[in-house]
């Protein structure tokens, strides 16, 4: 009953319920895309007419998850001005501005030539069509880019300063290029592209066990494969590099993922808690299994490092639900590892039989297990955003803005009412979405594609000329 009556928990509900559903579909979207191009060149490098049929089967999945992705979204720019007006009005001038840069700049390359690339084929040349995939990627990944600059801002906050009750800009370079935005960046395109490619390899994997289309996808789950080798120890890399930097910036949120209350003295070294029991109330954890001097190497690079500790900060500074902090953090380093540890394992199996004749022959348990980590790059990534955001409380910005200022005054039984209302539409969405997907995969792909022959693109372009 006490949260029905609490509008601004429930504005923060809805608003991380429709974050939450909202980024499941830009995941795919920018990884997808990327993966779409590669396809295009492999076509117009090869005349391979498998990589024209992927082209085409693929693409129909990225056009659903497109348009799931911007009914998904448009709430989320209504609730700046509805559950979060004060927000608004403070951090208008910088933030607003950036969700502009990214409507005018990436969401007009993705509408501009999303038409292009879908209905495009025998229209335009194949290179023109490769040229409108590559601008839908890279208005997707700008899209990211903008997105991961606002909410780096929120994080880092650095530029200008408050003055008559608004954030005042000094310097939009400084706000821009804020200490969290590169990190947080890159992290965050690197787990689309890795969410992307274990999409395709789960699918693949699933039509490979199946024994339909084999040849086909074989071709897919190889480029997943390869393109997973790469960015999967990148993707921990970057992480652990973005680890180190929330010691530096944020040492309160570090410390409350890590469960650590007590500054260590530095000739001891902090202990890492693998798993325990954080207790806000008594500010101590109930129960722990720890790895003595863990934490102190994992933060310093050293076994004596000293760490601070979240009694160093008023509780009122400190982040709410620190368990939910620590284990979705651990869930998210588990998921990235599983997925570094399957790409590895199966390109270490692939290496072993690459001079046999069925040398893509994989294990049927192996295939499985593919099919099964396809939810692992989402799951990682919604534990991540948890961390990130839930991290970040009690501040909207941090330092900056404490998020019980920055939210409307709103009637709790009306923020209550949108809020059911949201999960309904949002699980509707995710139902059709699912059929939707589920139609595409067991329908799939044309072996029969809209252009049946490669045809050099200046051979297209000379033999419409000559017939106009």
């Not at 007419?49 to 799931?68: P, R, S």
């Not at 990211?144 to 530029?159: E, K, R, V």
């Not at 789960?202 to 390869?226: C, D, E, N, P, Q």
């Amino acid at each position: 009953m006490d949260l029905l009556n609490d509008s601004l928990m429930l504005s923060r509900l809805q608003f991380a319920v429709t974050a939450m559903f909202h980024i499941l579909w830009p995941l795919l979207t920018v990884g997808l895309s990327i993966f779409l191009v590669a396809v295009e060149v492999m076509w117009l490098k090869t005349a391979d007419k498998d990589y024209l049929i992927h082209a085409q089967f693929w693409a129909k999945l990225l056009l659903l998850n497109i348009g799931i992705g911007v009914v998904s979204g448009i709430p989320l720019e209504f609730e700046f001005g509805t559950n979060w007006a004060a927000f608004s009005r403070i951090t208008g001038e910088f933030f607003g501005n950036i969700l502009g840069y990214e409507g005018a700049t990436a969401l007009m390359l993705e509408a501009g030539f999303l038409g292009v690339m879908m209905l495009g084929w025998n229209k335009v040349t194949p290179g023109m069509h490769l040229f409108a995939t590559s601008m839908v990627a890279f208005g997707s990944s700008l899209s990211a880019f903008w997105i991961m600059i606002a909410n780096g801002w929120m994080q880092a906050p650095s530029g200008g300063h408050i003055e008559a009750g608004r954030y005042v800009m000094d310097s939009y370079a400084k706000a821009i290029l804020n200490s969290d935005y590169f990190l947080g960046f890159v992290h965050m395109w690197m787990a689309c592209v890795e969410t992307s490619l274990f999409v395709v390899a789960g699918i693949s994997a699933w039509y490979l066990l199946r024994t339909g289309h084999t040849a086909l996808f074989r071709k897919s789950f190889g480029m997943a494969l390869v393109g997973l080798l790469l960015i999967a120890p990148m993707q921990i890399l970057s992480g652990d590099l973005g680890g180190l930097r929330l010691f530096e910036i944020q040492p309160v949120k570090a410390a409350a993922i890590e469960a650590h209350w007590e500054t260590n003295k530095t000739a001891e070294g902090a202990d890492w808690h693998v798993l325990g029991w954080p207790d806000k109330a008594t500010q101590t954890n109930n129960w722990i299994i720890s790895i003595p001097k863990g934490l102190s190497l994992i933060a310093t690079r050293t076994l004596h490092g000293k760490v601070l500790g979240l009694k160093e900060f008023a509780a009122a500074d400190q982040p709410p639900a620190i368990p939910l902090i620590f284990y979705s953090f651990r869930v998210m380093v588990a998921a990235g590892l599983v997925m570094a540890g399957l790409s590895l394992l199966t390109g270490w199996l692939w290496w072993k039989r690459r001079k046999a004749a069925d040398e893509w022959v994989l294990p049927v348990w192996l295939l499985k297990s593919w099919v099964a980590a396809i939810p692992l790059g989402y799951v990682a990534t919604e534990c991540g955003w948890l961390v990130r955001e839930v991290g970040r409380q009690p501040w909207a910005v941090y330092g900056l803005l404490r998020t019980e200022h920055a939210a409307s005054h709103l009637p709790a039984g009306a923020v209550a009412t949108s809020l059911v209302l949201f999960v309904a539409i949002y699980t509707l969405l995710l139902t059709v979405f699912l059929l939707c997907v589920r139609r595409i995969i067991v329908t799939g792909p044309d072996m029969n594609p809209q252009i049946a022959v490669f045809v050099p693109s200046n051979e297209v372009y000379s033999s419409r000329r000559a017939k106009e």
